[in-house]
Nanobody
């Protein structure tokens, strides 16, 4: 059983940056592919980015220019660096873990955090 805890969200102005972190515990973090998803009010949950278990492969949604996903397996943590933020990036951001390869489908992920709120003001 893997527990995931996100942090780093907050309020930022348009064009600003935030770095989200997701700390994992209770499992072998290096065996999991990790993903970031977001859920904006009134919209469906959306894939943002994913990274392979070793960090050598990444994949991004076309809607998130300026975002970078990374991981530190020694710290059991995955990050999402978000630059050039826009009001449409406002959402609750979740990290998720799955065994196997990266995936964009949220239904393929086994473990989820509680989310961290990102609000971008215009």
């Amino acid at each position: 059983q893997v527990q995931l805890v996100e942090s780093g969200g907050g309020l930022v102005q348009t064009g600003g940056s935030l770095r989200l972190s997701c700390a994992a515990s209770g499992g072998h973090f290096s065996l999991y592919s990790m993903g970031w998803f977001r859920h904006a009010s009134g919209k469906e949950r959306e894939f943002v980015a994913a990274i392979s278990w070793g960090g050598g492969s990444t994949y991004y949604s076309d809607s998130v220019k300026g975002f970078t996903i990374s991981r530190d397996n020694a710290k059991n943590t995955v990050y999402l660096q978000m630059n050039s933020l826009k009001p449409e990036d406002t959402a609750l951001y979740y990290c998720a873990a799955r065994t196997g390869s990266m995936h964009t489908n949220s239904g393929k992920y086994d473990y989820w955090g509680q989310g961290t709120q990102v609000t971008v003001s215009s």
